[in-house]
Structures are given as C-alpha cells and as structure tokens.
C-alpha cells in the first residue's frame, strides 16, 4: 500500500495512507524513530523505500507505538528486529486484544500479518536526549495512549487522542482523557500530528475538550448536519459501555478473563455469531443502549 510522502520541518517526514491514516517519521541524528506502523509489512515499503533512498538504511531504528489498536501496530512485524517502544499498558492491552482483532479485523492487514509486539516499555515517559525525542504516557483515547515529542523541531505525535471532528473514545476514564488534551495544548511546540486527522490546530483540540466535557457531564449532545460527528457520539456512548461491561467482567473472571472469551460470549447473548464478529461495528451501531446491558447482565450471571 502506498503512501503519500511529505516532509515537514527539518527532519519530519509524514506517511500519508489512502484510508486516511499516517505514521511519521523523525530523522534523528543518531537515530530514525517512526511513529506507528500502520496496517501490517506491506504498508511499510514505502517507509522502507524511503529511508533507503534517503542512504539511511544502517542507521539505528526505534519503532514507537502510539497505543496497541491494530491499525498502529499491524506493520511492527516488518521492523521485528528493530527496538519496538510501548507504555507498558500498551504491552497488557495488545497481547489482550492482538488475537482477536486479528481475527475480526483481518480484512483490513496489509500483507501477512504477525503480532509483534514491543519489546521495551515505560511507565512515565523514555527519552532520547541525544535526539531531542521523549514519548511520554498521555491516556485518553485508550488507557495505553502515549505520544512523541520532537524538541528539536517542536512537534507532537499525538496518535488517536486528537481527532476531527471529534474524538474516538475507547476508555472510560474522561476526566483524564481532558486532562490530557489540555497538557497536549499546553506544551510549548508549533506543530501537533494526529493519525487520522494530519496536522491539526488548537481550535480542535479545544472542540474536542468541549466535547468530552458534554460527554461526562452527561449534557444532550446533537451534531445536526453533520452525520459522521453524531454516528461516532452514538459509537462512543457504548464503546463506554463496552469498557465498563469489560471491567466488570475483569474483575468477576480475574486471571481466569479472556477478552476474546468475553466479546464472544457477549455478542452471542444478543444472537451475533463468531463468523458475524467481522461486522462488530455496525452490530454496536444498532443495538441500543438497554440491549448491550440486558446482554451484558445475563452474559455476567449465567457465566
């Protein structure tokens, strides 16, 4: 799959892929650091064929994981020797969920796919000082949720946790999800990178602070005219409900949990079978509120 390639700053390089996500890459002087790695290996030539033309092919590499959803981390499999950094939550979470949504989602891999996963993680932040590159632990979007700071030219990788027109949620923790966006604004850089949405402006982290606000504050939110805005509202309304059905069950199972296990079982309370798991998204989409928790209460005490 190629990429539309465009180079910012005085060593950014922007990965720009037709389903409208990115990974970026930072020309350190001691080292290369790509941000995220797409879909799987195939994705992944144009990263590679770059960086060969560019005569940087011996230069040490570091694979940074913005957060553990497939389509960031799908392509580490083509960097396996490569140091690969996560937080450490990004480490739970992708070997939780890897397997699944492989299966789920495998129609979206580019070329053959195989979990890899990182191979270092941190708690708070790992820096690079000979590089001017820091990835700090910033949850929000996922508990695992994490971002690149590049000093040198004053840019933020920011992943998933900025987006337009407005954010997808898949943690239940909003009051932190705030806080993190009010730090991301507040840092002193002159350019913010979101994966799906490119370069973005304080104006929309700010709508995307207001939003998440009406969320917890459990104000009535309507996006009229703007049809994509209230679909992902009406989405992100259950994905909470999915986190909490999860933590939930978590703490029922504790070692005995398994995520795949536990979405199976789930879907099948509301008569969604293993093969038609494939269109999760559109299930979620129509099944209102009351029925996900009806299905929930009978999958938690019948199992």
Same mark, same amino acid.
């Given at each position: 799959?190629?990429?539309? *390639?465009?180079?910012?700053?005085?060593?950014? *390089?922007?990965?720009?892929?037709?389903?409208?996500?990115?990974?970026?890459?930072?020309?350190?002087?001691?080292?290369?650091?790509?941000?995220?790695?797409?879909?799987?290996?195939?994705?992944?030539?144009?990263?590679? %064929?770059?960086?060969?033309?560019?005569?940087?092919?011996?230069?040490?590499?570091?694979?940074?994981?913005?957060?553990?959803?497939?389509?960031?981390?799908?392509?580490?499999?083509?960097?396996?020797?490569?140091?690969?950094?996560?937080?450490?939550? %990004?480490?739970?979470?992708?070997?939780?969920?890897?397997?699944?949504?492989?299966?789920?989602?495998? &129609?979206?891999?580019?070329?053959?796919?195989?979990?890899?996963?990182?191979?270092?993680?941190?708690?708070?932040?790992?820096?690079?000082?000979?590089?001017?590159?820091?990835?700090?632990?910033?949850?929000?979007?996922?508990?695992?949720?994490?971002?690149?700071?590049?000093?040198?030219?004053?840019? *933020?990788?920011?992943?998933?946790?900025?987006?337009?027109?407005?954010?997808?949620? @898949?943690?239940?923790?909003?009051?932190?999800?705030?806080?993190?966006?009010?730090?991301?604004?507040?840092?002193?850089?002159?350019?913010?990178?979101?994966?799906?949405?490119?370069?973005?402006?304080?104006?929309?982290?700010?709508?995307?602070?207001?939003?998440?606000? %009406?969320?917890?504050?459990?104000?009535?939110?309507?996006?009229?005219?703007?049809?994509?805005?209230?679909? &992902?509202?009406?989405?992100?309304?259950?994905?909470?409900?999915? *986190?909490?059905?999860?933590?939930?069950?978590?703490?029922?199972?504790?070692?005995?949990?398994?995520?795949?296990?536990?979405?199976?079982?789930?879907?099948?309370?509301?008569?969604?079978?293993?093969?038609? @798991?494939?269109?999760?998204?559109?299930?979620?989409?129509?099944?209102?509120?009351?029925?996900?928790?009806?299905?929930?209460?009978?999958?938690?005490?019948?199992?």
């Amino acid at each position: 799959m190629k990429a539309e *390639v465009k180079e910012i700053g005085e060593r950014g *390089v922007i990965f720009q892929y037709e389903d409208e996500n990115l990974v970026y890459l930072i020309k350190g002087e001691e080292r290369l650091y790509l941000c995220d790695t797409h879909e799987g290996p195939e994705s992944m030539k144009s990263v590679k %064929n770059y960086i060969e033309k560019k005569g940087f092919q011996n230069k040490e590499m570091i694979i940074f994981n913005s957060h553990s959803d497939f389509d960031h981390n799908w392509g580490n499999c083509a960097f396996e020797d490569e140091l690969i950094i996560g937080h450490k939550y %990004n480490l739970e979470r992708f070997k939780m969920r890897g397997q699944y949504d492989l299966e789920m989602k495998g &129609r979206f891999q580019k070329g053959d796919v195989e979990l890899v996963y990182p191979n270092l993680t941190f708690n708070r932040k790992i820096s690079f000082i000979d590089d001017n590159i820091e990835f700090i632990y910033a949850p929000g979007h996922t508990i695992c949720s994490s971002i690149c700071i590049d000093k040198k030219d004053s840019v *933020v990788y920011a992943g998933d946790l900025i987006e337009a027109p407005i954010p997808v949620i @898949l943690w239940d923790d909003l009051e932190q999800y705030i806080s993190t966006l009010k730090y991301i604004r507040n840092l002193s850089v002159d350019t913010f990178i979101a994966s799906h949405s490119g370069i973005v402006d304080l104006k929309l982290i700010n709508d995307n602070i207001k939003y998440l606000r %009406n969320l917890f504050e459990k104000n009535q939110i309507i996006f009229t005219g703007d049809e994509i805005a209230q679909k &992902r509202h009406e989405a992100n309304k259950k994905n909470l409900l999915m *986190v909490i059905f999860e933590s939930l069950a978590r703490k029922k199972f504790g070692d005995e949990f398994d995520y795949h296990t536990f979405k199976i079982n789930l879907w099948n309370e509301l008569g969604v079978s293993y093969n038609d @798991l494939k269109n999760e998204y559109k299930y979620l989409i129509e099944t209102e509120e009351k029925e996900l928790e009806k299905a929930f209460k009978n999958y938690y005490y019948n199992n």
